[in-house]
Structure formats: C-alpha cells, structure tokens
C-alpha cells in the first residue's frame, strides 16, 4: 500500500500504508510524520502513528522497538498485543461474540443499506465492514480517530474497505463517496464529546444515519458521555429507536426487532432515513471454525471485565461447549 503525502487546503497530510491520516489538532504528530515520510522512513512514520491513541485511552504506548514488529505479527492477536491493546485488545478479539455485537447485526438486517456507499464511523477494526462486504456491499469507507485500529482492519479483517484516520467532529477530509452514503455509527456516539458536530458531519455524508448501541446514563458500566434517549432521539430526528437488548433478543430468536424504547433503557439504536430489510446475518458466509472463548469445551472468559460487561452471553454460550449461537463463528483467517 501506498505511503506518501496528500496537500489538502493547503496543508500536507501523510497516508501510510494507504490510510489518510487527517487528525485536526496534533500537529506537531502531523508535521514528524511528513518528514519522516519526506526522509524515506515509512516504517518510522508507522510507528509514530501507531502509538497515537484516541482522548479516551489513558496508558503510555508500548516501546517504538516494540512497535515495531507489529508489521511482522501473524495474526490479529499478536498484533494487539504488540500494540498493547489490553482490555481493547480483548473486545476486539472477541466481539462477535458479545450481545452488543448481536445487537448490531439484527440493527443491520433490519436496515440493509441496499445499493449506497457505507461509511462506519469510529469503524475500530472493522467488524461490521467485514460483514457487510461478504453479503455484497461496497463500496465501504472506515473512518477512525485510532491509526492503529484501520490498519488492523486492513491487515487481518477487512481489505476489500478503505480507510480514512479522522475525527468526525473536527470534520471530515473529501471522502469521493459516488453517492449518498448510509452512515453506520455502532457502540461509540456516547463517546464523541461534541456530539452535534459529529452528527452534522455524519448527515452530510448521506440520507440514512444508523447509530447502534447507544449507551445511555441507565447504563453502570457506560464510559464516555453518554445522553438520555430523548437527547438522542432529538439529535438525530430519529424515525425509529430501539432498545438495545431488544435487538440482541430479536437476532437471537431469528424474528424482527420490536421499535421502541423506554427511558430506562441501559443503550439504545436509533435509525434515521428510510431502509429497507436485508439478508439473514445469522448465517455465516464463509468457513467456521469453534468459537474461541471455549478452551478445551469449557467456556473461559478472556478477562472478569469482559465477563461483567457482557454478562449476557450466557444467554447463548453455555458453560460448556454445545452447538448453538454463536458456537461456531466465520472469523478472520489469521484471528
């Protein structure tokens, strides 16, 4: 992949590995990576950008030296680790086994995006890209704060987007979009502090705006800072909300999500523009292999955090291992 620079109103903009890097306010990082890119040292310039983290994340990065060898790592989880990832390193590895995630997907069959462009917004490492590319959808754009994170979803989940680093409240770079966009937003709007901001860039991407997962101030284990569902719902003059577990229910029950929510609902998803159904997610599309959260047949949680925070995948992943949801899980080649 390409490593160069872009001018963009005037200013120089580093793309390394093919990733517009494009954060407003770092410009000290911003002006290191362009001359280390003006220099010839690509891997240099890597490794500054890898160790940039969102406001959120407050642990020092790793070594440069050990930043290093991520371009070297096998699979995703090695390279998670490299980039020490921590407890994030266990979320991503895990989501598709999480009922946030479940949540997310009955919200996707519910409101297909059809024949428009997808942009996902604080896309991570590109979960639901992923999916959406194996059902035929593109083209696909993912835009995050975290470097890191996109070039972990080009690298190990999904090459076939394209990736854009970029905060959406500081505004976006052009993003050549061949039409209006279905803006997808899952498991993060709580955490933009500027949240009109964010919604306005979104908006103005494409007609249908869906925000999954949602937390709201119900929610014991929320970070960010989360808004009522009336807050959310006048913020995105939304034409359907949900509550969040009644989402998880519904993909798991195989039927569709029931509209609604109540004030006393822990995260909502919220759907602005008009959508209609789309295939069955349930069904994997390519091969599976046993989900990994059993060890020896004995489900292990990966840490008592996620345990806690996602306590409801007992629903569906019983003690020991058994077919059933979530059982058996098309992951990335080299997870």
């Known amino acids: 992949m390409a490593s160069e620079t872009v001018e963009l109103d005037g200013v120089r903009w580093p793309v390394v590995d093919g990733i517009l890097w494009h954060r407003l306010g770092r410009d000290a990082l911003r002006a290191r990576v362009v001359d280390l890119l003006d220099a010839g040292d690509v ?65 996707l069959e519910q409101h297909w995006p059809g024949e428009r462009p997808v942009v996902e917004v604080a896309c991570g490492i590109g ?88 937390h709201t101030p119900v929610e014991v284990h929320s970070s960010g800072e989360p808004l009522t569902l009336g807050q959310y719902a006048d913020l995105l003059g939304a034409d359907v909300v949900y509550d969040d577990d009644e989402l998880t229910s519904a993909f798991l029950a195989r039927r569709a999500p029931v509209p609604g929510a109540r004030d006393t609902a822990r995260a909502v998803a919220l759907v602005s523009g008009t959508t209609s159904p789309g295939p069955d997610l349930s069904q994997p599309v390519g091969p599976v292999r046993p989900n990994p959260l059993y060890v020896d047949g004995v489900r292990t949680w990966p840490s008592p955090r996620w345990a806690e925070e996602y306590a409801r995948a007992t629903d569906y992943l019983p003690e020991t291992y058994a077919p059933g949801p979530r059982s058996l899980l098309d992951l990335p080649e080299h997870w």
């Open 43 to 107: 891997d240099g310039a890597r490794v500054a950008l890898f160790a940039d983290a969102d406001d959120w994340w407050g642990e020092p990065p790793p070594p440069s030296s050990q930043l290093a060898q991520v371009v070297s790592a096998g699979t995703l989880r090695e390279a998670m680790d490299l980039l020490g990832y921590g407890r994030v390193g266990d979320y991503f590895a895990h989501r598709w086994s999480d009922p946030t995630y479940l949540a997310g997907l009955a919200l």
């Open 127 to 214: 979960h639901f890209l992923r999916e959406l590319h194996q059902r035929g959808v593109g083209p696909l754009v993912g835009v995050d704060v975290v470097f890191s994170k996109l070039w972990l979803a080009q690298r190990f989940v999904c090459p076939a987007a394209r990736y854009v680093c970029a905060d959406v409240t500081a505004g976006l770079p052009p993003l050549d979009l061949p039409g209006p966009a279905y803006v997808l937003c899952v498991d993060a709007l709580y955490f933009l502090r500027d949240k009109p901001a964010a919604v306005a860039a979104m908006r103005a991407l494409g007609d249908v705006l869906v925000v999954g997962h949602a």
